[in-house]
């Protein structure tokens, strides 16, 4: 990413995100919400649902969390959007085989950036929060 593109980013628009954190994936997102300087990129952790435009889901969703999961993502306000993050959350990852465990929560909600890897390394992750950025002030 050049100057310019993070510039842009800083100054015109800060975008809320809620990180539903289900394993391994929800920690990377954690760390880069909370440790790093997302904030620079003008993205920042919402203080509840209600005051998220971006839902992160991350990690391994089983189906017992599927719920829980719809729940939060009715509580964010319009226009909204999903930011799939990892394997797990975009297919199931290395347990797509089992059961319990939900194939992509595109099956549940309309995802608008998925990023790819178990886990998917920061630079990863921040090329899809710069992609789903575009799209919420476009
Ligand atoms: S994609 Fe890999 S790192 Fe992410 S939650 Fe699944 S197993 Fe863990």
Redesign the pocket.
């Known amino acids: 990413m050049n100057t310019a593109v993070e510039l842009d980013w800083g100054t015109t628009y800060q975008v809320t995100v809620l990180d539903l954190g289900?394993?391994?994936?929800?920690v990377?997102v954690m760390a880069a919400l909370n440790g790093s300087d997302l904030a620079g990129y003008g993205i920042d952790p919402a203080g509840g649902p209600d005051r998220a435009q971006v839902l992160v889901v991350?990690?391994?969703i089983t189906d017992v969390m599927l719920p829980a999961i719809l729940a939060t993502y009715r509580e964010l306000p319009e226009p909204k959007y999903v930011l799939s993050?990892?394997?797990?959350?975009n297919t199931g990852?290395?347990?797509w085989d089992s059961y319990a465990v939900t194939k992509g929560i595109d099956q549940l909600l309309p995802v608008h950036v998925a990023v790819p890897?178990?886990?998917?390394r920061p630079e990863a992750l921040l090329e899809g929060m710069v992609a789903l950025h575009k799209l919420v002030r476009s």
Do not use: K
């Open positions: 289900l394993a391994c994936c929800g990377e991350s990690g391994t993050v990892g394997a797990c959350s990852g290395p347990y890897g178990c886990p998917p």
